[in-house]
């Protein structure tokens, strides 16, 4: 995609098709949603993310596309005796350059610490991907007034000891774990209040300009209903869809909403 530059923005459209699909399932919606996301391109980065085994036919479908390959997880170590782990390296061999790391479902089902996640931002920084590092608070949390905390502690610990060289990027999502799947997305305001402590804690992490080399977007039931009222704050950087990616028109409308908001604002600064 086209680099904007300084007063231009850029907005990512990102699929996490979680454990939904077949390997034939994966490269048949990638190509429906490649045909229809064909010509967004300036200023808007689709990515989609596919389960493991899944990513060598969509990685096919997606080459030479403006679409870019992610995957779900990686291991924190470049190679070993580690049964069941994928490598970053074996990702890259595949065509990704983005990771979602940290997921609140691996998280909750799979024991992942901050520490883990830790160690698998820095592979993934290290080995030139880029993490989609999720945060985000229980309701319980929420309910108990420590939602601001919770995701700042979330995000200084992913991020300890990480630096962003070169052109390096990184993307926090902000995902709200008692709203994702409900198909009952947080108001986008609310999820701005919390992309600003996100924001706060990325400037204190990270000197400028390299502090905006990292992005926040939102996840947690977006949908072609919702997008609109998450465009219209620039705090919001993009989406991370889960069940909404599934559906080719769902996520057309989501991309080309983004989209649009990015060419409306981009014109506005020539
Ligand atoms: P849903 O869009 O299905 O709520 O999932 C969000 C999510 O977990 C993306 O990573």
Redesign the pocket.
Known sequence: MKNPGRNLIKRYV?A?W?MQLSVAESETLALDELASCGEMNEGLEVVICPSFTALERVGKAVKGSLCALGAQDLFWEAKGQYTGEVSAATLKELGAKYV?VG???RRQHLGETDLMINKKVLQAVKSGLVPIV?VGETKEERRTGKRDAVVERQVRAALQGVKLVGSQELLI?Y?PVW?????Q?VDPEDAARSHMVIRETLRDLFPEPVAQRAHIIY?????SKNIDGFVRFPEIEGV??????LKPREFLRIASVTWQAVIKHNISKR
């Not at 709203?179 to 198909?183: D, L, M, Q, R, S």
């Not at 996840?219 to 949908?223: I, K, L, N, P, Q």
């Not at 991370?240 to 990616?245: M, P, R, T």
Request: net charge negative.
């Open positions: 990102i996490n979680k979602i997921h609140s479902e999720c999502a995902e709203v994702i799947g409900t198909g997305a996840g947690g039931s977006v949908d991370l869809v889960g069940g909404a990616s």
